[in-house]
């Protein structure tokens, strides 16, 4: 089997375990012709986008006197071409629940997927 297919196969074994979905929203710089007013309005980047979510969890470097605190990490697999640009806002849905994420690592991108850290967003503008 040569690389190319290799690639092709691993990138299918991986797709195979995006059971989530996401909306992707960038915030775009619009200019009133009349006005000349700059204003930031969130447009759509891609919806119903098959992903996963991958969650790490970690002592946090503090302890507390009743319980030890713990840090999550989150991360999100996408297929490779999805250009996510910084600043994002992810809705990512599973099992019907919808939590909002937005973007806040750098990209590590893969031939077959592209994984990206998030942040917990705590309430959309």
């Known amino acids: 089997m040569g690389t190319d297919a290799l ?3 691993a990138r299918r ?11 992707i929203s960038v915030n775009v710089k619009t200019v009133d012709e009349k ?3 700059t204003r930031q309005k969130w447009t759509v980047l ?3 986008e098959p992903c ?9 470097n503090g302890e507390s006197d009743t319980t030890d605190a713990m840090m999550q990490s989150v991360k999100i697999f996408l297929r490779p071409e999805l250009v996510v640009p910084a600043g994002s806002r992810i809705d990512v849905t599973r099992s019907g629940r919808t939590v909002s994420y937005k973007r806040s690592g750098a990209v590590a991108l893969y031939p077959t997927h592209q ?11």
């Open 7 to 9: 690639t092709k196969a």
């Open 115 to 125: 994984e990206i850290e998030l942040t917990r967003a705590e309430e959309h503008p």
């Open 46 to 48: 891609a919806e119903d």
């Open 52 to 60: 996963r979510l991958s969650f790490l969890s970690f002592p946090a």
């Open 13 to 23: 074994a991986m797709e195979r375990m995006y059971i989530d979905t996401c909306k």
């Open 35 to 37: 006005t000349h007013v």
